[in-house]
């Protein structure tokens, strides 16, 4: 025993007090009520007293009259101790001490007078007895024991056969057989079977008999038999032992058990007279045999399946046939009645689920309901239990069905009157009858709509404890449709009615529930049943013969097979089509057309199974090469976005698996939203849209629709509604939204870690394009209050959601747009006021009302900093106007309008349609067309009131507080390029957006330097770019391009669109715009030079990114160029340049890298097809200058106008972007600006640069020379002006042109030769522009920090450094110059080395315009007078110099330093010592004089004695270079480079070389 009852203590303490304990210890076990436990505690408690004394603690007198005091406690003591001992005498006999043998048998002696012989001897063992002298001796006791039981168990008790007689028999068999149907009763019956035995000596078993036989044959009197056999009967045993004999009978080979024995044998079961146990093992065959024959039946199954899958030899598959054929012979061979299945069949149908169940339990799972007869019996039990809570709460409106009879028997199981007893019996026998419920179509569909009337009831239940109570009865209906429901669908053949019934209950499950069934009936079920092994392999065995046969020709036929299979084995077929599309991806459009044959449920299946294919964890989303996406998925996907369009499949699971992706970092299977969003939404994302296309885009969405997409996407009302729906419903729109926004990042730094840069870039893109495809359908599809209550503000989107800025303006632009359209109707209903001007107002009212708030939430985006430029309203106003509110697309329109109005006259053409359909077409093309035409209208109105109200705007939008290049700096960094490769549509409208600023005449914003930001230095740009945003980049700068080059096309436009715009003016830091000084705009033909520069610069970094060798560049630089073809290159030398490189890549990459060998010829065949219309760079812009006046066309390009002024303390302040960006435009003003100063200052000027590359001293004798030469250009300058008036902008300056033609002239006396230098030094100039802008932008920062010191000197000095303004770099010794001359080659591929000076003189220019912010009026002096003056000037200007230079030195040294840090390479410093350091020297020459502003008069001298010093100055010019720069003019011929550049400038020697 494992627990001591009895403490050691008692025992040690015996007589003192262990005794008294003890006895109080059994009076309280016998006070307590007799139990088990009771028994137990009392077993115990004697045992180990008696052992205690056994092992001799304890004396046996004084045990045994303990013992004998016990034994009166309760009556059955006495059995309880025998029991004991019985105990004990086993124990003791086993043990090998003697002793305590010895003390038992003394113990039991002592004990004789408590416990009666009769049970000692029924218990103890023969020897123990015999010990004891209870019986004499163990072997004659042991034979006596033999014998009694062969008497009473195995002996027949004799009747006397002879005695009995056969007319007693025949009285029974008569008794029994008589008609039940009146006032007879089993009583009466019973009372004259004991006479006929008691008179006729019948034998009572062979009585019992003949009734059972009689009762066989009569078993539906049930009634009449049970309870005369249950009066009969005096023992279980003996009946069951009959029964089972009649059993026995039955089991031939051939025998065949007749069901009315199988029914008694029930009906005695159900009434509990005899036990299922006693009878069970009279049945045959064994349980053993069961088990094997059911293994048996699975491995078959198993084979079956693997011979439908593998591939068979014809000659295997006549074997195959044999084998077959003698299996089959083998089961003809009938086998034995399976008496088991009989006796249940049996029970079931009278109702006795109990011993049914326990039969059931004895064998293997569904191997009893898998014989059609149990289970139909099964199923008609079910159908009696849940007959009146179905009649109750499921039967459907207008449906009969046959009443049923309920069982009359009293143990049968209780009918279900509510859904609580469902769960009594109901959900049991489902369980058993598993997939067999397929035997009985009609309970299947009472079943499933007892489940659907459940849930009805389970959704609208609204107290939490009964719906608490009806969560375990949902958790059974889930069960019964996994184990029942959906495996027993798989074995009905084709039946779309259960499908459809099925789906009416399956749809109130959430989607979660029903795609873990779809997983377990796919995954699970068909492995666990025989019979769905084999249907599995036939499903799959016929999907693959239809789909071998699928083609787009017999669609229809095939669907209906692929519906007929489907209906019963979704999963199966599904699983294996899907396969199939993986692989060949031209099966999608046939597969899609033959799903339409398909049922509800096998829709919502089809969502399932594809959810599951795409997160096989199995298949990889890559490629083997890693750098793109694995075909499969794109399949699949396409997929997806046909079928869910087509077909109404619920998107919940698909949608929700997306974000849970991206939820977890993986970007991949955006490529199923994407497609989704295309088909269902007819809202397409793709960057190679055509112009027309994109145009329409810009519209409104009728237009969109029409002209804005590839295909012609109609009837996507629906399925958009649909995909609306279930964004809507499961709330996913702002959380897809936002999980693609920090996606994009995330592709980049979390997700592309270690993948390869094409694939990173790829998946940047298609997360990118998905978001703003996405993005559109929400804008398109949602109401304005959907989409106001779930996207937050933009503040909100960027500090909390971490949104990138661009998609969070990208997502609230669309609220903002419905949010002022809602307000202006508002406004427009509180005054009824229909004019225009009450309109705008309105609109405008409504704009600042929802705006403000924005204004100050974008304030939290940015720095501080920023807004000292940049207006908040500027930066809203910009992210949230789109295409639409700027321009209003009218070709667009009037091209679908047009295509409509050509429909139609189609329609009426077409003689073979039938009239009703051509009144359709007709009527909805009309409907189109007027559809267009008032949206058209609508957006007229819309971009008038936007235009007005930005016009309104315009003056608050840039404060400018540091320099306009700060602002420009930031509009571009935070508007612009996150803007333009946002979207395609985005990328015209940050060109467009540009050009309305400029349009709207906006202060503080130079046009000039944007454009020149913009076209610059773009390789940075290019080379972060992915694919699809260089596309996007390359169409912003195309637009760029196409409005510089309108401007640049046409001098008329030039004029009226730039000519009096503040946007072109040259004072960067001018803070307004008086609009009436032309001299600080940029003027038509130093335009056209800008416009050249930038078309160089854009050569240099396409030539640089091609020569990189990185793919990103090439691939990238590719695309932008082909993007900007139609506008770039015009310039032929550029156009070659290009040619020559991508030729060049053509050969490198056509065997490595096969996609920048395609993109690369492609470009390559389209820029040869430009070729004629490229024009040659002097037709581009004028490198001989037009025939000017005396004053501005002598001036503008002569070689003398390049030194530095002195600048004013807030121009010098400005940085060195700005300088550079504009140096090229600034050289118009210097030309007006110095043709109305002082003579004197130009011949300063001139000496200065003809001395300053070679011995850099002034040269005495130039004084006469330059006066004559002055006089004589002057003259001859003149005389052209009044041949050509206005032939230039300069020439329309105004009244100061006037008095100068008033001015008589001596130009005959100008020399041709004269003319003709100065014309080759203009040609040289103009060259010059494109190759010294690197090193101009280093030396103009010096020259403006220089300077700023000498503003001080006042305005005498400003006057001297306006002239100084007119000078020219000129050539250098030849070590210096070739030198510089090859480097540069090398870096520019170019040829002008004297653009340089053409640049500084822009900005010489520009400088000088902008002192002229400092008046100095002065009187009119002598001309005499003025020569005087212009000599000593230039005296005072060469000793200043002198004096500066050291000082000058220093501070280049230290601005050279400065400018490192800015990344200037090596050849732009060289550049800037060279042509920098000797200007910057001639820019202190200059001496006070009088103001820019003198009177007419003045301005018109001072014009005579210029031109005379330009003249003058052209012939020392061009004896500076002499032989030695001739000689390396040849060897850079010979080296066959662009020789343009270099002719002109040896030209220009030589004329030099001559002078000296």
């Given at each position: 025993?494992?627990?001591?009852?009895?403490?050691?203590?008692?025992?040690?303490?015996?007589?003192?007090?262990?005794?008294?304990?003890?006895?109080?210890?059994?009076?309280?076990?016998?006070?307590?009520?007799?139990?088990?436990?009771?028994?137990?505690?009392?077993?115990?408690?004697?045992?180990?007293?008696?052992?205690?004394?056994?092992?001799?603690?304890?004396?046996?007198?004084?045990?045994?009259?303990?013992?004998?005091?016990?034994?009166?406690?309760?009556?059955?003591?006495?059995?309880?101790?025998?029991?004991?001992?019985?105990?004990?005498?086993?124990?003791?006999?086993c043990l090998e001490e003697k002793h305590k043998r010895d003390h038992f048998t003394q113990l039991v002696g002592a004990c004789l007078i408590c416990v009666p012989d009769g049970m000692l001897k029924e218990r103890l063992d023969p020897e123990t007895l015999e010990s004891l002298g209870l019986i004499k001796q163990a072997q004659q006791f042991n034979q006596k024991i033999v014998k009694i039981k062969t008497k009473l168990f195995y002996k027949q008790q004799k009747f006397n056969l002879l005695r009995e007689e056969n007319e007693g028999y025949a009285k029974l068999i008569t008794e029994l057989g008589q008609d039940l149907s009146g006032n007879l009763t089993s009583h009466l019956v019973l009372e004259n079977i004991k006479s006929l035995i008691g008179c006729f000596n019948l034998d009572p078993n062979r009585v019992l008999d003949i009734i059972l036989e009689v009762y066989e044959c009569r078993w539906e009197q049930d009634e009449f038999f049970i309870p005369l056999i249950k009066s009969y009967m005096c023992e279980h045993q003996t009946l069951c032992h009959m029964l089972g004999f009649k059993f026995k009978f039955h089991q031939e080979p051939n025998g065949e058990t007749p069901s009315s024995l199988y029914h008694i044998a029930a009906a005695l079961l159900q009434h509990n007279l005899i036990a299922l146990e006693d009878l069970y093992v009279h049945l045959l065959p064994l349980d053993s045999s069961i088990v094997e024959e059911h293994k048996r039946e699975i491995l078959e199954a198993k084979q079956i399946a693997r011979k439908l899958t593998m591939v068979v030899v014809p000659s295997e598959k006549t074997e195959d046939k044999e084998k077959e054929k003698e299996k089959e012979e083998e089961k003809n061979e009938k086998p034995p009645d399976n008496q088991k299945l009989g006796l249940l069949e049996a029970l079931l149908r009278i109702g006795d689920w109990q011993h049914a169940q326990s039969i059931m339990d004895q064998m293997p799972a569904f191997y009893a309901t898998s014989h059609k007869a149990i289970a139909i019996a099964l199923c008609q039990l079910l159908h009696l239990i849940v007959e009146p809570l179905y009649r109750r709460a499921a039967v459907p409106k207008g449906a009969k069905g046959g009443l049923m009879t309920p069982l009359r028997s009293k143990q049968a199981p209780r009918p279900a009157e509510r859904f609580d007893d469902l769960s009594r019996d109901v959900f049991t026998m489902l369980c058993y009858l598993g997939p067999h419920l397929s035997h009985d179509p009609i309970l299947f569909a009472k079943i499933v709509r007892l489940g659907k009337s459940f849930m009805k009831e389970f959704q609208s239940e609204s107290r939490q404890d009964t719906k608490d109570r009806m969560d375990s009865l949902l958790s059974c209906f889930l069960s019964i449709a996994d184990q029942v429901l959906l495996p027993s669908l798989s074995l009905m053949e084709c039946n779309a009615c259960m499908s459809e019934e099925l789906w009416g209950f399956f749809k109130l499950f959430p989607y979660q529930h029903r795609y873990r069934l779809y997983g377990q009936w796919k995954n699970e079920t068909y492995g666990n049943h025989p019979l769905l092994v084999k249907i599995k392999a036939q499903t799959v065995d016929r999907a693959k013969y239809i789909m071998k046969r699928l083609t787009k020709e017999n669609v229809k036929p095939s669907g209906r097979q692929i519906g007929k299979l489907s209906h019963s084995n979704p999963t199966i077929l599904f699983d294996y089509i899907l396969s199939q599309i993986q692989w060949y991806d031209n099966l999608i459009t046939p597969v899609v057309d033959s799903l339409k044959y398909l049922t509800s449920l096998n829709y919502d299946v089809l969502a399932y199974c594809i959810i599951e294919a795409l997160a096989n964890p199995e298949k990889e989303k890559m490629k083997h090469d890693d750098t793109t996406i694995s075909s499969w998925l794109q399949s699949l996907a396409s997929l997806c976005g046909a079928v869910f369009r087509k077909y109404p499949i619920e998107l919940a699971g698909l949608l929700q698996y997306v974000t849970n992706q991206l939820k977890a970092g993986k970007s991949f299977d955006l490529l199923i939203l994407k497609e989704v969003v295309q088909k269902m939404a007819g809202i397409e994302i793709t960057d190679e849209m055509t112009v027309e296309q994109l145009e329409a885009m810009t519209g409104g969405e009728q237009l969109k629709a029409e002209g804005g997409y590839f295909g012609q996407i109609r009837n996507t009302k629906k399925s958009s509604q649909r995909l609306k729906d279930a964004l809507l419903d499961h709330e996913l729109a702002l959380p897809l939204c936002l999980l693609m926004a920090q996606q994009r990042n995330g592709v980049v730094f979390s997700e592309g870690g270690e993948k390869h840069l094409k694939l990173v870039g790829k998946l940047y893109d298609q997360c990118h394009d998905t978001l703003v495809q996405f993005g559109g359908f929400l804008a398109s599809n949602l109401s304005t209050e959907d989409y106001i209550k779930r996207v937050p503000s933009v503040d909100v989107l960027c500090n909390q959601f971490h949104t990138p800025h661009d998609a969070a303006f990208f997502l609230s632009r669309p609220m903002y747009a419905h949010q002022i359209l809602s307000k202006y109707d508002e406004l427009k209903k509180a005054e009824k006021g229909n004019r225009q001007q009450q309109k705008v107002h309105k609109y405008i009212a409504a704009c600042e009302q929802i705006m403000a708030p924005v204004h100050e939430a974008v304030v939290s985006l940015h720095l501080p900093k920023v807004w000292d430029d940049l207006?908040?309203?500027?930066?809203?106003?910009?992210?949230?106007?789109?295409?639409?509110?700027?321009?209003?697309?009218?070709?667009?329109?009037?091209?679908?309008?047009?295509?409509?109005?050509?429909?139609?006259?189609?329609?009426?053409?077409?003689?073979?349609?039938?009239?009703?359909?051509?009144?359709?077409?007709?009527?909805?093309?009309?409907?189109?067309?007027?559809?267009?035409?008032?949206?058209?209208?609508?957006?007229?109105?819309?971009?008038?009131?936007?235009?007005?109200?930005?016009?309104?705007?315009?003056?608050?939008?840039?404060l400018a507080k540091s320099t306009k290049n700060e602002t420009i700096t930031k509009f571009l960094q935070l508007c612009i390029f996150p803007r333009c490769v946002f979207s395609a549509i985005d990328a015209v409208y940050c060109a467009r957006f540009v050009e309305l600023v400029h349009q709207q005449k906006t202060p503080n914003f130079c046009t000039l330097l944007c454009y020149d930001r913009v076209f610059s230095d773009i390789i940075y740009t290019v080379a972060s770019c992915t694919e699809n945003e260089s596309r996007r980049y390359g169409r912003f700068l195309c637009c760029m391009l196409e409005t510089v080059t309108r401007w640049h096309s046409d001098r008329a436009v030039y004029e009226k669109e730039c000519g009096n715009y503040p946007g072109f003016l040259t004072i960067f830091r001018a803070s307004g715009f008086d609009g009436g000084n032309k001299a600080d705009q940029l003027d038509y033909e130093n335009f056209r030079h800008v416009v050249h520069k930038w078309h160089y610069k854009l050569t240099k970094a396409s030539v640089h990114c091609l020569e990189t060798g990185e793919y990103t560049h090439i691939r990238n630089i590719l695309i932008v160029l082909t993007k900007i073809l139609p506008w770039y290159p015009k310039v032929l030398n550029l156009g070659q340049a290009l040619e020559c490189r991508v030729h060049k890549i053509c050969q490198e990459e056509k065997e490595k890298r096969p996609d920048l060998y395609a993109l690369a010829m492609g470009y390559s065949g389209q820029l040869k097809g430009r070729?004629?219309?490229?024009?040659?760079?002097?037709?581009?812009?004028?490198?001989?200058?037009?025939?000017?006046?005396?004053?501005?066309?002598?001036?503008?390009?002569?070689?003398?106008?390049?030194?530095?002024?002195?600048?004013?303390?807030?121009?010098?302040?400005?940085?060195?972007?700005?300088?550079?960006?504009v140096e090229d435009s600034d050289k118009s003003k210097d030309k007006s600006q110095a043709a109305q100063k002082a003579a004197s200052k130009n011949s300063t000027a001139?000496?200065?640069?003809?001395?300053?590359?070679?011995?850099?001293?002034?040269?005495?004798?130039?004084?006469?020379?330059?006066?004559?030469?002055?006089?004589?250009?002057?003259?001859?300058k003149k005389e052209k002006k009044e041949k050509n008036p206005g032939s230039t902008p300069e020439a329309k300056a105004g009244g100061k042109d006037k008095q100068k033609e008033e001015k008589p002239t001596d130009s005959k006396e100008k020399t041709p030769k004269a003319d003709k230098d100065k014309r080759k030094d203009d040609k040289k100039e103009e060259k010059s522009k494109i190759d010294g802008k690197t090193a101009e932008k280093e030396w103009s920062k010096e020259r403006d920090v220089s300077n700023d010191s000498k503003t001080k000197e006042g305005s005498k000095v400003e006057k001297s450094a306006g002239a100084g303004s007119m000078k020219s770099l000129v050539p250098r010794s030849e070590g210096v110059e070739s030198d510089r001359e090859q480097k540069r080659r090398k870096l520019d591929t170019h040829s002008s080395p004297s653009h340089s000076s053409a640049v500084k003189d822009n900005l010489n220019d520009f400088k000088d315009s902008a002192s002229k912010h400092h008046p100095n009026h002065s009187t009119v002096l002598p001309k005499s007078k003025e020569k005087d003056d212009e000599k000593k000037e230039s005296d005072k200007s060469r000793d200043r110099s002198n004096e500066r230079e050291k000082k000058e030195d220093r501070k280049d040294r230290k601005r050279d330093y400065s400018n490192s840090d800015r990344e200037m390479s090596q050849e732009a410093k060289r550049r800037k010592d060279e042509n920098g350091m000797s200007s910057s020297k001639h820019s202190k020459s200059a001496s006070p004089s009088e103001s820019p502003h003198s009177n007419d008069k003045d301005s018109s001298k001072r014009s005579k004695s210029t031109s005379k010093d330009k003249s003058d100055l052209a012939k020392p010019e061009k004896t500076s270079g002499g032989k030695k720069e001739s000689r390396h003019d040849k060897e850079k011929s010979e080296k066959k480079r662009d020789s343009t550049g270099a002719k002109e400038e040896k030209k220009h020697h030589k004329s030099s070389e001559k002078h000296r």
């Open positions: 025993m494992a627990a001591l009852i009895l403490p050691t203590d008692w025992i040690k303490n015996w007589d003192k007090s262990g005794k008294n304990e003890f006895l109080q210890f059994f009076q309280d076990l016998a006070g307590k009520p007799s139990s088990d436990e009771f028994v137990k505690d009392l077993q115990t408690a004697l045992y180990e007293l008696c052992w205690h004394v056994i092992q001799g603690n304890l004396k046996v007198d004084v045990a045994a009259g303990l013992l004998a005091d016990v034994m009166e406690l309760r009556d059955d003591m006495p059995s309880v101790l025998a029991d004991v001992f019985c105990i004990l005498d086993i124990e003791t006999g207006r908040p309203q500027f930066y809203a106003t910009f992210w949230s106007l789109t295409m639409y509110d700027l321009a209003v697309p009218h070709n667009a329109y009037d091209r679908e309008v047009n295509k409509l109005k050509m429909q139609i006259k189609a329609i009426d053409e077409n003689t073979e349609m039938p009239l009703n359909k051509k009144k359709k077409e007709k009527e909805r093309c009309t409907a189109l067309q007027d559809k267009l035409q008032e949206e058209e209208k609508k957006q007229l109105e819309h971009v008038q009131r936007v235009l007005h109200r930005l016009k309104l705007e315009k003056d608050n939008w840039l070729k004629v219309h490229m024009v040659p760079e002097n037709e581009f812009h004028q490198k001989e200058q037009p025939v000017r006046s005396a004053t501005s066309g002598s001036l503008q390009n002569g070689p003398g106008n390049t030194g530095k002024p002195a600048v004013t303390a807030a121009t010098a302040s400005a940085g060195k972007a700005e300088e550079g960006a001139a000496n200065k640069v003809s001395s300053s590359n070679g011995s850099s001293t002034p040269n005495s004798t130039k004084g006469s020379k330059e006066k004559e030469d002055k006089e004589k250009t002057t003259k001859e």
